[in-house]
Nanobody, 122 residues
Framework: QVQLVESGGGLVQAGDSLRLSCAASGRTFSAYVMGWFRQGPGKEREFVAAISTSGGRTSYADSVKGRFTISRDNAKNTVYLQMNSLKSEDTAVYYC???????????????WGQGTQVTVSS
């Protein structure tokens, strides 16, 4: 398995931007499909975005499409989530996950980071 550490969360105002990073350990990072999920208070962990091993395929939840961009740098073992035009409903703990297939369900991801809090004030 790969070990993951997220960073970049914080408190911002509605309309602001943030970039989250997820650093992976191990030499097999490029073999994993990477995903970003989020979990709000009292809610289940929900899919945000995913990116294929090469970065050539991406997918987004409808709620973030056009505002968020997922990318990866396999040379740096890092996946990013650029979040623009943030809304109060984006407030959540954001997690990155690693999996072997292109999945949208958290149950299919085998490794998780500890999460980073994003709070958007309106």
């Amino acid at each position: 398995q790969v070990q993951l550490v997220e960073s970049g969360g914080g408190l911002v105002q509605a309309g602001d931007s943030l970039r989250l990073s997820c650093a992976a350990s191990g030499r097999t990072f490029s073999a994993y499909v990477m995903g970003w999920f989020r979990q709000g208070p009292g809610k289940e962990r929900e899919f945000v975005a995913a990116i294929s091993t090469s970065g050539g395929r991406t997918s987004y939840a409808d709620s973030v499409k056009g505002r968020f961009t997922i990318s990866r740098d396999n040379a740096k073992n890092t996946v990013y989530l650029q979040m623009n035009s943030l809304k109060s409903e984006d407030t959540a703990v954001y997690y990155c996950g690693a999996t072997r297939g292109f999945y949208y369900s958290a149950s299919n991801y085998e490794s998780w980071g500890q999460g980073t809090q994003v709070t958007v004030s309106s």
